[in-house]
Structures are given as structure tokens and as C-alpha cells.
């Protein structure tokens, strides 16, 4: 039988294995920083993966409902993205420079003291619902215009849009009417520099 030394390193390792089998409290704290241990490790794992022949509730799937083994899937056509070209030019719409003329005469027409509110109702009819929120933010005091001087021409023109120019006493205005099923809107508007 060998003889047991307090050196060397088989003493060090009988020393950390016989520490928790000291005493009741040795072997409690023991369990407890192993199980502490335990925990941690599983936190720090990564998930594993989903098992393939499960749902996303846990349930086994039903042998039609389970994928294809790789080798049998065909790969998806290749998406070709044709950029479409642009609508032909058309002839200018009487009837979109008249809803850009009466826009724009309601756009200019805000004497001192006009309320916001008023002048918003007076555009509503030539204007796109969605572009009213925008106007909304237009306070009408500050709009420098306030006479149209020369009629609307339209810089550019397809079957369901127009680009119009229309001149004011403060410089002209590019704005865009579009066709919708209530007739010619404006849809936006800007100074043109």
C-alpha cells in the first residue's frame, strides 16, 4: 500500500475531492455551486435547432406535412426585375390645367385676416385627400403669392398625370395633378427656383 503525503499533487486533488464529504455544510454548498454552475452553462449554450419534423407548437408533423429531403427540392426560377417604361407622353388635359388654374387661384387667395380653415376649404375640392394633411401645415400668411399671372402650361404630361407651370405675382409654381375618379387633384406642389 503507498504511503499518503500531505505534498505532491495527488494530495492537492484528495483535498478538492474529499472537501465536500467534510461536513453537511461542505457537501449543501457544494450542490449548490454545482447546480449554480449547471444553470449557467445552460444559459450560455446556444438554443438547439428546431427539429425538422416538428411544428412550430412542439407537435410532430404528419408525414404530408414534412419537408422534402434536400435532394428532391427543386430550386426556385431565377426573378428576372424588367424596369417598366415610363407611360408615353400625351397631349395636356384641358380639363387638369383648369383644376390647376381654380388651385391656384384658391392657393393665392388669402386676404389679411383669412382664417387657415378657410382657406383649406376653399382648396379641398381641388385637392387629394392625402395632400391635405400637408397643406394643413401651410399657415396662408405666409404664402408670398397672392395673385395667378399668366395661365397654367404643363412641362410634362402623361394619360393620368401632369407636371403644370404655373406663373404667380411671387414667382412660378411646379405642381403635379394627378387623375383620380373625382376627376383632376393636385397632389403636391413647390416653388420652382
Known amino acids: 500500500m503507498p504511503i499518503r503525503t500531505h ?3 495527488a ?4 483535498r478538492l475531492w474529499g472537501w465536500p464529504l ?3 455544510r461542505h457537501l449543501v454548498t457544494a450542490l449548490v455551486v454545482l447546480g449554480a454552475l449547471v444553470v449557467l452553462i445552460g444559459f450560455l449554450l446556444p438554443e ?16 404530408s406535412e414534412r419537408p422534402l429531403p434536400p435532394s428532391t427540392r427543386r430550386p426556385a ?3 428576372f426585375s424588367v424596369p417598366q ?14 383644376v390647376v388654374d381654380a388651385w391656384g387661384r384658391a392657393w ?35 404664402v408670398p403669392s397672392t ?8 412641362v410634362e404630361s402623361r394619360r393620368t398625370s401632369m407636371d403644370v407651370r404655373l406663373p404667380t405675382n411671387a414667382g412660378d409654381l411646379s405642381v403635379t395633378v394627378i387623375k383620380t375618379p373625382a376627376g383632376w387633384r393636385v397632389s403636391q406642389y413647390s416653388k420652382v427656383d
Do not use: C, I
Open 7 to 9: 505534498r505532491g499533487r
Open 11 to 14: 494530495a492537492v486533488y484528495r
Open 22 to 24: 467534510r461536513s453537511p
Open 48 to 63: 438547439p435547432p428546431p427539429n425538422r419534423y416538428e411544428g412550430a407548437d412542439g407537435r410532430p408533423l404528419a408525414q
Open 77 to 79: 426560377p431565377p426573378t
Open 85 to 98: 417604361a415610363a407611360p408615353p407622353p400625351t397631349a395636356p388635359d384641358p380639363a387638369g390645367l383648369a
Open 108 to 142: 393665392v387667395n388669402h386676404p389679411p385676416g383669412t382664417a387657415k380653415q378657410q382657406w383649406l376649404d376653399g382648396l379641398r375640392q381641388y385637392t387629394t385627400d392625402e395632400f391635405l394633411p400637408v397643406m394643413e401645415s401651410v399657415e396662408p400668411a405666409n
Open 147 to 154: 395673385a395667378v399671372t399668366g395661365p397654367p402650361v404643363a
